[in-house]
T-cell receptor
Framework: AQKITQTQPGMFVQEKEAVTLDCTYD???????LFWYKQPSSGEMIFLIY??????QNATEGRYSLNFQKARKSANLVISASQLGDSAMYFC?????????????FGTGTSLTVIP | NAGVTQTPKFQVLKTGQSMTLQCAQD?????MSWYRQDPGMGLRLIHY???????DQGEVPNGYNVSRSTTEDFPLRLLSAAPSQTSVYFC????????????FGSGTRLTVV
C-alpha cells in the first residue's frame, strides 16, 4: 500500500484565489510527522510546513496551512491568495521513526499552475 | 551557511565511467539519504544512513554504493554509469525525530551518454 497518496497530478488556480492540494497517508504509528515541500522549476526542494501527529491545531506558515484530519488520515495543503510564484510541484511527505528501515515517504507530487 | 552541500551541480558521464557525487552537511544531522528524481516519477530512495557507519538500501540501490564514515559526509558512488542513471540526484539530511523534515541539497543533474 502507498504510504503517501497525492491524487491530483495537476491543478490550476486563478491568481489571488485559494487552492487545496490533497494528501492522504497510511501509517499504524502513533508518532509521525507530515510535511509539504515545494519544488519550483529551478529544481530546489523547499520546506513549506510541518504537522506533528500529536498537534491538535492545524499548522500555519504565512499563506500556507495544513488541514490535518487525523481520523481520515489526510493532510491537505491550503494555499491562500495564490501568487504566480506559487506555480511549482508540491510534494507531501510523512516521517515515521521505526526501529529499523527507511523513515521518509513521499507522494508523487501535484503540479500547481497559477493563472494570471 | 548551514545546510546540505552537493557537488557537482551538473555532470556528463560516458557509459561505463564511474564517479562520486559528494554530499556534506554541517548541521550534525544523523539521518542522510540519496534520492533520484525522474520526470513523472517523484523521488525514489537510493540509499540512506541513520548514522556514521550505518547505511542501508532504498528502493533503487542497484548501480550505486554509499558509505558514511563521518556524520557530515555521505558520498554516492556510481560504479559503472549507464544511460538509465541519467537523472537529478538529491541528497537530504535530518535529525532523527519525526518532528524534523529533510533539508535538501540543491541537486545534481547527471547525464550519461
Amino acid at each position: 500500500a502507498q504510504k503517501i497518496t497525492q491524487t491530483q497530478p495537476g491543478m490550476f488556480v486563478q491568481e489571488k484565489e485559494a487552492v487545496t492540494l490533497d494528501c492522504t497517508y497510511d501509517t499504524s504509528d502513533q508518532s509521525y510527522g507530515l510535511f509539504w515541500y515545494k519544488q519550483p522549476s529551478s529544481g530546489e526542494m523547499i520546506f513549506l510546513i510541518y504537522q506533528g501527529s500529536y498537534d491538535e491545531q492545524n499548522a500555519t506558515e504565512g499563506r500556507y496551512s495544513l488541514n490535518f484530519q487525523k481520523a481520515r488520515k489526510s493532510a491537505n495543503l491550503v494555499i491562500s491568495a495564490s501568487q504566480l510564484g506559487d506555480s511549482a510541484m508540491y510534494f507531501c511527505a510523512m516521517r515515521e521513526v521505526p526501529n529499523t528501515g527507511n523513515q521518509f515517504y513521499f507522494g508523487t507530487g501535484t503540479s500547481l499552475t497559477v493563472i494570471p | 551557511n548551514a545546510g546540505v552541500t552537493q557537488t557537482p551541480k551538473f555532470q556528463v558521464l560516458k557509459t561505463g565511467q564511474s564517479m562520486t557525487l559528494q554530499c556534506a552537511q554541517d548541521m550534525n544531522h544523523e539521518y542522510m539519504s540519496w534520492y533520484r528524481q525522474d520526470p513523472g516519477m517523484g523521488l525514489r530512495l537510493i540509499h540512506y544512513s541513520v548514522g556514521a557507519g550505518i547505511t542501508d538500501q532504498g528502493e533503487v540501490p542497484n548501480g550505486y554504493n554509499v558509505s558514511r564514515s563521518t556524520t557530515e559526509d555521505f558520498p554516492l558512488r556510481l560504479l559503472s554509469a549507464a544511460p538509465s542513471q541519467t537523472s537529478v540526484y538529491f541528497c537530504a539530511s535530518s535529525y532523527s525525530s519525526p518532528n524534523y523534515g529533510y533539508t535538501f541539497g540543491s541537486g545534481t543533474r547527471l547525464t550519461v551518454v
